[in-house]
Structures are given as C-alpha cells and as structure tokens.
C-alpha cells in the first residue's frame, strides 16, 4: 500500500535439513503444501478478508530465476487467484527484487546506488539508476559467496544450512589464524571455487580432531577471506563509478562480519551505507511485493501465459 509493506509472512522448509542440502522435488511439494495457508495468514494481518479481496491492486509473483518447480507453484497459484479476481498480473525476478527490497522502510538509499547482492546462487554489483533501471556490473564467473559458505562449512561438519554456523562460530574465532587463496579475478567479476579449493587442500593436510580444536578460528578465517572478496570489490566499484551510494542484499547480507565490515569501511571513505533488516535479506514476499509496487506503477504487466524461468537473466 503505498510502497509500504503491510504484512510479510515466510513458511521455512527445515525438511532439507537431514539431506544437507535443498531437494528440489520436497521444495515444490512444501511450496504446495504453505502456499494457501501462508497466504492466508499474510492477507489476515493485512486486515484484508477473503470477502473484501476487491482492495487487492494486482498479484505478483516471482518468475525468475529459482527451482522450476517451485516458482511453477507460485506462478500458477498466482495466475489463478489474478484470473478469479480480475487484477492484473506482475512478475517479478528474485534478483531484482533482492536489491529493491533496500527500498523498504522509512530511510532508503537515494539513486543512483551500488547494490552488493550475495545469496546462495548469485554475487553481483548492481548498479540501479532508478527503481527499475538495474545494471550488473560485476558477477561471479563460477561459484556464489552464499554458496561458498555453505561448502566450506560442510567440510568443517556443519550441518546444512551451514552459512548461519560459520557465523556463528566466528564469532569467537581469529580472522587471521589461517590465510586461504584469494581468485585475483579482473574488473568487477567474483569467482569462490578456488577459495572452496584452497580451503579443501588446506583440511585434508591436517592431523584428526584438528577441525574440532580449531573450529572457531577456521569459520572466523573463512569468513574473513570470503567477506575480504566482497568488500575489495565493491570499493573498486565505487572507485570506477564515483557513487558512494552503497546497499547490501541477498541472504549473505545478513552475514554479521559482512554487514560490519560494510559499515566500517563506509565510515572510513565516506560512504552512505544502507543495510536490510534481517527479515528482507533471506527469500521474502515483502521484497516481490515492493518491486511488484513500481511495476504497477509503470504499468509493466504480463499475461496470464506467460511462464516462470529457472534461469532467466534480467
């Protein structure tokens, strides 16, 4: 309403916990199972009654990228409760919606803006002139940060969702006890396989219980090295662009050694640093539904055959 998110209600899927990793096919069918009941519930604190569903604007949903068989759920479910209802439709891609989702709230960045967008999937620098005026300017070339994270902490025999762990862990952990190979990687590009290599050779090489003994110190040195990545690209970006504008999205923007590193490196060049709250860095219908409130304004609709990408660019 307004720009202003009104409710925002997300279902965790902790099945793929036991896997150590997420299974598309119990992904798509716990998508079936919470996609009526957490509708419901967001439409509930809204104050909006199933009989009164003529308020609603439009619906939107996102098309793309992700699992196909979980954006085919939400995309059907979209297209029919838009045909029952007589709204038009918006499709949404994750990714910009990630960016966008910095223009919740009352202190948002003004444009243009660098966006560093780190998820499990995706690592890009964005440049958004204006709400849908985004460009990328930088992106990984192999692995995502978001992933390198969860690999790294698996071979330290974290369990699965284990990005969240690392942090933890690092917490009370040295950044600089151990030292792993740094991809000189040109431009604004990311690359995190050689990291996740590095990181592997270093492990087999030590003695039993070594990890176990060194836990702390070994997430607080992986993470050091991944966040020192992200943190030398984004100045170089400012530096080849001149914007001191600077957002970070994505569920790795959630991550408390980059968050702070962020902020004390804005502090130290001057820049103007914009943050999420938690609830908008992970996956989340208020970031659709933010960027869905500028295309409704542009009037950027799609029909009701239009179909969801798993891997559609922007």
Request: with cysteine; glycine share 8%; hydrophobic share 45%.
């Amino acid at each position: 309403m307004d720009g202003k998110i009104i409710s925002n209600y997300i279902a965790n899927q902790s099945v793929h916990e036991q896997y150590g990793g997420v299974v598309p096919e119990l992904a798509s069918r716990a998508h079936m199972q919470n996609i009526v009941p957490v509708v419901d519930q967001a439409l509930s604190a809204a104050h909006i009654s199933r009989n009164d569903l003529s308020v609603i604007d439009a619906i939107a949903f996102t098309q793309a990228p992700g699992l196909i068989g979980s954006l085919l759920v939400g995309a059907q479910f979209a297209k029919s409760m838009a045909l029952a209802l007589n709204k038009p439709l918006i499709g949404v891609h994750h990714m910009q919606a990630h960016v966008l989702a910095n223009l919740i709230g009352d202190n948002p960045p003004s444009f243009p803006f660098l966006c560093l967008t780190v998820s499990g999937g995706h690592t890009q620098i964005v440049l958004a002139h204006s709400p849908l005026q985004l460009e990328v300017i930088g992106e990984t070339i192999d692995d995502a940060a978001g992933e390198a994270f969860d690999k790294t902490a698996k071979l330290l025999g974290l369990p699965y969702p284990g990005g969240p762990l690392v942090d933890l862990h690092a917490k009370t952990g040295n950044p600089k006890a151990f030292s792993f190979a740094e991809p000189q990687i040109p431009e604004l590009n990311f690359s995190f396989s050689g990291l996740k290599t590095s990181v592997l050779y270093f492990l087999q090489k030590q003695e039993p219980g070594f990890i176990e003994q060194h836990l702390n110190d070994l997430c607080a040195s992986v993470q050091y090295a991944i966040v020192n990545i992200l943190i030398k690209k984004i100045k170089k970006a400012v530096q080849q662009t001149g914007i001191k504008n600077i957002c970070i999205a994505g569920g790795v923007s959630a991550n408390s050694g980059l968050r702070s590193a962020l902020q004390e490196t804005g502090e130290k060049l001057g820049w103007k640093t914009y943050i999420p709250v938690f609830e908008y860095c992970t996956d989340n219908a208020a970031m659709i539904a933010i960027t869905a409130h500028y295309k409704f304004l542009d009037q950027q609709f799609i029909d009701l055959d239009a179909s969801p990408s798993a891997r559609a660019t922007w």
